[in-house]
């Protein structure tokens, strides 16, 4: 979904011209965040096409990556990804399954338990801003799934210290949707579901109060489902998993259920049997065909 400025280009408009935008300081993480300038929205495109711009969120679907932190490249152990999220991002998937943990009064993003892999919570929030502020015209979602211990003043403290909650958007429960367009330009162009909340941080909203899902725990293809399994059947936001774990996930499943026609016809089935999947999830998502068949659920050429 490329077609804006590079982050190089952004770097010497900041050099150029250091008062365009907020950002043109010190840095670290990912490429230097705080030295970028935040690139301006110019290609008139949403998500990779103008055609989703006057499209609300709920109208939209975003290829999404179960337990994304999870990946091969950083020597996580059973990872679910091959690549981290800057690699994620810049590949096309728009929705990032995250688990965030307290260890040692570390915020951390890890799977079930941290010795398998972790990261810290502030260096992956980095690379995400790192992306956002390189490509304007990008709706992006996060599902946090918190560890326990970790509470609504950890999310706010973590994204406040990024700088990612400059770019978080606040959703009324029952209130319609923006479009695209309308985050993109207002600037909110995040989008944080969880788990569980507190209800203290009004931007971290309650996964359960806009969304349902399908089961996620299939050993092959022939379970897969298309039945509720959380969350209320008609709220606005659909998410299909679509993974397997037999016992734990690997390069080999993705191989069986990745590929066409396995995957579009699980979309075609869940979207005929519930509503239109906002979030298709997978493990290792560079196998197979996420991308072009979200692109076809999106009306969009292949």
Request: aromatic residues 8%; hydrophobic residues 40%.
């Amino acid at each position: 979904m490329g077609g804006t400025p590079s982050l190089a280009a952004a770097l010497l408009l900041c050099a150029l011209l250091p008062g365009v935008a907020a950002g043109c300081g010190g840095g670290a993480g990912g490429g230097s965040v705080d030295a970028e300038v935040a690139v301006p929205w110019t290609d008139g495109r949403c998500n990779g096409d103008p055609s989703l711009c006057d499209r609300r969120y709920d109208q939209v679907a975003y290829p999404t990556t179960h337990n994304a932190m999870s990946n091969a490249d950083a020597q996580w152990v059973a990872p679910n990804q091959q690549h981290g999220l800057t690699r994620q991002l810049d590949d096309g998937i728009r929705g990032l399954m995250l688990d965030m943990y307290l260890e040692q009064g570390d915020a951390k993003l890890c799977h079930a338990s941290c010795l398998l892999g972790s990261q810290l919570l502030s260096e992956g929030l980095g690379e995400i801003v790192h992306f956002l502020r390189a490509h304007p015209g990008e709706v992006v979602t996060i599902i946090v799934e918190p560890g326990d211990g970790f509470d609504d003043a950890d999310i706010a403290a973590a994204f406040a210290g990024a700088g990612l909650d400059a770019y978080v958007h606040t959703q009324l429960v029952g209130a319609p949707w923006p479009t695209l367009r309308e985050m993109i330009t207002s600037g909110r162009r995040v989008v944080v579901f969880t788990q569980r909340r507190d209800g203290s941080v009004p931007w971290y909203l309650d996964q359960w109060a806009f969304t349902w899902e399908t089961p996620y725990s299939f050993k092959n293809a022939g379970e897969f489902t298309c039945a509720r399994d959380r969350g209320a059947r008609g709220n606005s936001l659909y998410t299909v998993n679509h993974f397997l774990g037999n016992p734990l996930p690997d390069p080999t499943l993705a191989e069986l259920v990745n590929h066409d026609p396995v995957l579009s016809d699980r979309i075609a089935r869940c979207r005929s049997e519930g509503q239109f999947p906002n979030f298709v999830a997978v493990d290792f998502y560079d196998i197979g065909d996420l991308l072009p068949a979200i692109r076809a659920l999106n009306g969009l050429p292949r």
